[in-house]
């Protein structure tokens, strides 16, 4: 990500309907697949720390990252477990954490090889342990967020499922994920990747808008009950896909 959309990001995941919504779909579905022990808990690519916040109560929390930028965010939180390295080579023992939690990182052109990142988590976690994955979904919807954001992939449920798999892990549930966002992006991108030039003006933005308080409550909610629904069955669409899986005892 580019240095200066930290600031941005560290004022809007506070408010911001997505940002909320799905911190409340992370902390249904990590209760709904709770391990038994949940001592240690890694959040990959931690940004500026806020899920570090939001997630209490699902172990000791650890962050990493690899911009100094975002370690300093994390930092003024008062979190102090941070390390600065890649999430192709994590600096942590074999089977010593229980969750892993890796939210819209693998996509990033920071990160060339993803399917190691995977091994990665599958490695440092415990027996019973539990990884969550969120990544951007399906390529027709990429647009100038991903530019501004380093985002050089975006991936289909069947692709990440099998990549999952191949790294030893059992898959409880993999379903796509924002549902409510799918359409509006399709149009929008659509439209930019037709009619809207190259060179214009907001082409190289990041999906920060704030848009009306109401429309960010009626959001917020419909993510929550996504949260609900994805315990039981998985979604069709989405302009995310999720993945939660479980290292086997």
């Given at each position: 990500m580019q240095p200066?959309?930290?600031?941005?990001?560290?004022q809007?995941?506070?408010?911001?309907?997505?940002y909320r919504g799905?911190?409340?779909?992370?902390r249904r579905l990590l209760a709904h697949w709770r391990p038994v022990r949940c001592e240690w808990r890694l959040d990959a690519g931690c940004g500026t720390g806020k899920n570090l916040e939001a997630l209490a109560g699902f172990g000791e929390p650890i962050g990493i990252d690899y911009m100094p930028a975002a370690l300093a965010f994390s930092r003024e939180r008062g979190f102090e477990r941070l390390a600065r390295a890649s999430v192709s080579e994590l600096p942590l023992a074999t089977e010593s954490v229980d969750v892993v939690t890796c939210f819209e990182v693998l996509c990033h052109g920071g990160v060339p090889d993803w399917h190691g990142a995977i091994r990665e988590y599958a490695r440092i976690l415990r027996p019973g342990g539990i990884v969550m994955l969120r990544e951007p979904a399906f390529s027709f919807l990429?647009?100038?967020h991903d530019?501004?954001?380093h985002g050089m992939r975006r991936y289909r449920r069947r692709e990440f499922r099998a990549a999952v798999e191949a790294a030893g892990?059992?898959?409880?549930?993999?379903?796509?994920?924002?549902l409510c966002t799918?359409?509006?992006a399709l149009v929008i991108r659509t439209w930019q990747r037709w009619f809207k030039p190259k060179d214009a003006a907001g082409a190289h933005s990041a999906d920060f808008h704030k848009g009306s308080p109401a429309l960010g409550t009626l959001l917020c909610g419909w993510l929550a009950f996504e949260g609900w629904l994805l315990q039981y069955v998985r979604l069709p669409l989405g302009s995310s896909v999720l993945c939660v899986a479980r290292k086997r005892s």
């Open positions: 200066e959309q930290y600031p941005l990001m560290r809007e995941e506070e408010r911001h309907w997505w799905n911190r409340s779909i992370a990429a647009g100038s530019r501004v954001v892990l059992e898959v409880v549930r993999c379903s796509y994920q924002n799918f359409f509006p």
